[in-house]
């Protein structure tokens, strides 16, 4: 259930896309202030957010999935950005430090596949931030918007989601609790609505924000022997 390239874009460049795009990276800031000397990578339609590494990060692209379709960018300089099977990234074990999915979880055929390959090329001592849009939001309410296609999620869900992928939930954040309505004195007050949410722990945000960490020794079931009958 994935949402055209074409139509990200445009959602993006409209007024009601820029106050996301800034809601979500103020979310990302907090956790990633800075990625000096890091390998980043973006999964998804990530390009509005990868802006915050790019200047500092080692190297720093972006992995758009087939299903989806690619966009230059950015747009002015070299290339950063190309088209990829999300189950076969074009990466060898441990390539990355930094690891950021937006429209990818919820947009993904196989969610889980997509994580065990982002947790085969992620190092071990990386990270991964994955931008979600939450089940109880008013932003999945609406097919307006990127964040009402595909599959909304629960915290619960996300938790379990990350753990059967070998992923550690290590922190925790909400970003647009304003409402998606296109209106001049609503989008002015996005900052206000953001603190006020925040502050009373409103759980109607439009996105979680979670931040994981690869297990890198998982625990291996064991498996119980079944009695043998001898006759």
């Not at 088209?83 to 993904?108: N, Q």
């Amino acid at each position: 259930m994935t949402i055209d390239v074409v139509d990200l874009r445009e959602f993006y460049s409209r007024r009601l896309g820029i106050v996301a795009r800034q809601m979500i990276n103020r979310g990302i800031h907090e956790r990633w202030p800075n990625a000096e000397g890091q390998r980043v990578l973006g999964i998804g339609y990530p390009t509005p957010y990868l802006g915050l590494f790019r200047e500092d990060a080692e190297r720093c692209i972006a992995f758009m999935p087939a299903a989806q379709g690619v966009l230059k960018w950015p747009t002015s300089r070299p290339c950063l950005s190309t088209l990829v099977d999300e189950f076969s990234l074009p990466l060898p074990d441990a390539a990355v430090d930094r690891i950021l999915l937006v429209h990818a979880l919820e947009m993904s055929d196989d969610p889980a596949g997509l994580l065990r390959e982002v947790w085969r090329i992620l190092a071990p001592s990386g990270r991964m931030m994955a931008i979600i849009p939450n089940r109880r939001g008013v932003w999945t309410r609406t097919d307006k918007t990127p964040f009402g296609h595909g599959r909304p999620y629960s915290r619960s869900q996300i938790t379990e989601l990350l753990r059967q992928t070998w992923f550690t939930p290590s922190a925790w954040s909400e970003a647009l609790f304003v409402p998606p309505i296109d209106g001049g004195w609503i989008l002015r007050s996005a900052v206000a609505w953001e603190r006020l949410s925040a502050a009373i722990s409103s759980p109607f945000a439009g996105v979680h924000i979670v931040e994981a960490t690869k297990q890198v020794y998982r625990a291996i079931p064991a498996r119980r022997q079944r009695p043998r009958l001898i006759p």
